[in-house]
């Protein structure tokens, strides 16, 4: 997640979903970068940042679906 736009977070905003001010507690608005999912070791967790509202959290796993060529249907 990263609060620095441009224009390429405005071109696919399917890859690079915006997270308004205060969307589960995230103080400033946000861009998820689904293009730089991994892996994360729990150890490394070290802030609890928030919470997604079920729109947007449905909103980042199908775009995270249709990244890795997955049907999203539910």
Known sequence: MTTQGGPWARK???LYPHLPAGTGGIPQASIAL???VR???VRRVNAYLGSL???IFTLIRNNLLQ???QDHTP
Request: proline share 7%.
């Open 67 to 69: 990244l890795f060529g």
């Open 53 to 55: 509202e079920p729109e």
């Open 34 to 36: 689904l293009d730089q």
């Open 12 to 14: 696919n905003q399917t």
């Open 39 to 41: 892996a994360l070791d």
